[in-house]
């Protein structure tokens, strides 16, 4: 088979045989494809799209390029959940223990923080002594015992996406929504999960920000879990404010614990009960309301917290820093960032918010990157609130102050002001 003609005829916009794409993801793994002919067949892929066949076996031979965790053990019971990526997107603390309290079997791989979003892994690695890393034995181990395991992502999990996508990421091919789908999907399939609820962000610190390409990526990543044999649900997510008040790993952390012990923020607490009940509701076959009533009880009751503590124990956490979040401390360097008129808080570009909490310390500016986890935002004004000249609008935490002041910079500048109150955006646009 002559690569050269797979080119072609993806770019004549025919559709690939099993076979020629089975080639294509064996070139990319054994690196015999050289770069320059697969950038060619990804712009090709950019202009004439893929079959909804095609992008479904891409999607699994990229999943089968590397490591494969097997859940079988677990039957139908076994279920994922994942962000597209957002900004105070601490929903993975707070859905995890709710479902696993309420029977889903959660053997759950998680990324880290790379530009404007916060990573799972980073939060968890923030509260002292959380092992990340688990061998498989005891991994699937805990699982059986409390339902619940988080660990990073390993790094032979879908490497054909990985080359793929750093190829896409330098020659503008990255937004075509085939291979934005089949790049998630891979990586989802690869992890094992049978019931697996997507989280797909909308909005300025998303990377959909309308609903129209939102809800197309969504009906498209469902279609390819139904063509590879498991049940996939999406929830379209409004992310043009940040997620809660707190942006930044033991930020997030403490207030993931504030809503699982029955306070903090509203959208925090109610997107979490969503996603968690989907999981719920496609485990135990019931409906989404149902799903979700069940998930707000073990939220209520107390249930889903003592998972949570259950669960950061068993992984070598320090439950001391859970049962009293005052041990985490703070960073030593706090600004506060004032209101410069009077007003409503037209928008916040969510994307600079995350831009300036990762120049904090919060996040990666690369791969190498050294994380400070106390650092980030606080919140004291969202979209939507009245404002008074000099009233505090954040809060701006960092341990190494001459990073301060750009960081205050990009934040200011993600703030529009209005004077008349903004129209109020929905939470949760859609379920699929």
């Not at 004291?380 to 609130?385: A, H, I, N, S, V």
Request: glycine share 10%; hydrophobic share 40%.
């Amino acid at each position: 088979m002559n690569f050269i003609d797979i080119i072609k005829k993806k770019r004549s916009g025919l559709e690939l045989t099993d076979g020629e794409i089975d080639f294509l993801i064996n070139g990319v793994t054994s690196a015999s494809i050289p770069d320059y002919q697969l950038s060619a067949f990804l712009m090709a892929v950019c202009f004439n799209s893929m079959t909804a066949k095609e992008t479904a076996k891409l999607t699994d031979a990229m999943a089968k390029s590397g490591d494969i965790l097997d859940l079988s053990v677990f039957g139908a019971l076994s279920a994922d959940k994942h962000s597209t990526g957002g900004v105070g997107d601490k929903t993975t603390l707070i859905v995890a223990p709710i479902a696993a309290s309420l029977g889903c079997k959660i053997a759950k791989m998680s990324g880290r923080a790379l530009g404007h979003t916060g990573g799972t892994v980073d939060k968890l690695e923030s509260i002292p002594g959380y092992k990340s890393e688990l061998t498989p034995i005891e991994f699937i181990n805990q699982v059986k015992d409390i339902n619940l395991a988080v660990v990073g992502q390993s790094g032979l999990l879908a490497p054909a996406d990985k080359a793929l996508y750093a190829l896409r990421d330098v020659t503008g091919t990255v937004e075509s929504p085939p291979l934005i789908a089949s790049s998630i999907m891979s990586k989802k399939l690869a992890a094992g999960a049978h019931n697996i609820v997507l989280d797909v962000k909308v909005g300025s610190g998303a990377f959909m920000h309308d609903i129209e390409s939102a809800k197309e990526l969504a009906d498209m990543m469902c279609d390819i879990g139904k063509r590879c044999g498991r049940n996939v649900r999406a929830a379209l997510t409004d992310m043009d404010t940040p997620l809660g008040y707190a942006i930044g790993n033991v930020l997030e952390v403490k207030e993931a614990i504030e809503v699982l012990g029955g306070r903090g923020p509203d959208d925090l607490r109610e997107v979490s009960i969503t996603l968690a009940g989907m999981l719920v509701a496609s485990v135990r076959g019931v409906s989404d309301s149902e799903g979700i009533e069940l998930a707000r009880e073990a939220l209520a009751s107390g249930t889903a917290y003592k998972k949570f503590v259950d669960w950061i124990e068993h992984q070598g956490g320090d439950i001391r820093y859970i049962t009293a979040p005052d041990m985490f401390g703070k960073a030593t360097t706090v600004l506060q960032v004032v209101a410069e008129c009077d007003g409503y808080i037209q928008s916040l570009n969510t994307e600079l918010i995350g831009l300036s909490s990762t120049r904090l310390g919060a996040g990666r500016v690369d791969k190498k990157s050294k994380i400070d986890p106390l650092a980030g935002i606080i919140l004291k004004k969202k979209t939507g609130e009245k404002v008074y000249p000099g009233e505090i609008i954040a809060e701006l935490h960092s341990s190494t102050p001459e990073l301060v002041a750009e960081a205050c910079e990009i934040f200011k500048s993600s703030i529009t002001y209005s004077d008349s109150v903004p129209e109020r955006r929905p939470l949760i646009f859609e379920i699929i």
